[in-house]
């Protein structure tokens, strides 16, 4: 079977991890009892309130997927929402109960996505907090990886950092966990797209992709 080669912040059972990306937490000042609830696109969101001693878990909890929803309630949360894994629908779970109070999106430096905006046209009051950053592990600049793997990216910073030092080459198959990251390939790069935004998703498919010719599709 053909190399696979997860590119991303999280390892995966029986498949090469490249930890391309490490976590820088930051620690702004937050009043957490201004809010009736809080956001998360990430499980690095979640991590980051360990640099809290507030009661947060109190708080309703909306997350972008349900990998991330897991770590939320790992950590304590109680009311948690699933969106559908994109954070275009944060809006819609936003207003459909007419939420009126005040929330807090515990956000990366850099989004893919401006579902923010989008919140507020509809009359969301949402404030950002900036509680972590992506950064390229330079540590992984010389990783090999084979002409004939099958790459997985989970983020655009992921593709980022990956391309820095290596190529993404012809005889290589790649899968994107999801559209905004499927976006963020270069020109010409074609790309199968996961079914599910979850690391479970887009491990399976590669697995389908390895084992057969790298001139085959999986379908």
Request: hydrophobic fraction near 40%.
């Amino acid at each position: 079977m053909r190399p696979i080669y997860l590119i991303s912040k999280t390892p995966y059972e029986g498949v090469t991890h490249i930890p391309i990306l490490t976590i820088r937490f930051l620690s702004p000042v937050i009043n957490f009892s201004d809010y009736e609830g809080v956001v998360f696109t990430s499980k690095q969101g979640v991590l980051s309130l360990q640099n809290y001693s507030f009661d947060w878990n109190r708080l309703k909890c909306i997350c972008v997927s349900e990998s991330t929803a897991k770590n939320a309630r790992e950590a304590g949360a109680i009311d948690v929402e699933v969106a559908d894994g994109y954070g275009d629908s944060i809006p819609d779970i936003l207003g459909a109960k007419k939420r009126r109070g005040k929330w807090l999106y515990l956000r990366p430096k850099v989004v893919a996505s401006d579902w923010v905006e989008s919140a507020r046209h509809r009359g969301i009051t949402i404030d950002e907090a900036i509680v972590y950053e992506s950064v390229c592990n330079e540590e992984m600049s010389n990783f090999p990886v084979s002409q004939e793997g099958v790459l997985i990216f989970t983020s655009p910073s992921a593709i980022r950092c990956f391309l820095q030092n290596h190529k993404i080459l012809p005889t290589h198959d790649v899968i994107a966990i999801g559209e905004t990251t499927k976006n963020a390939l270069p020109p010409g790069v074609l790309s199968y797209l996961s079914e599910a935004t979850s690391i479970e998703a887009t491990v399976n498919l590669a697995r389908q992709i390895a084992i057969k010719s790298k001139n085959s599709s999986p379908f």
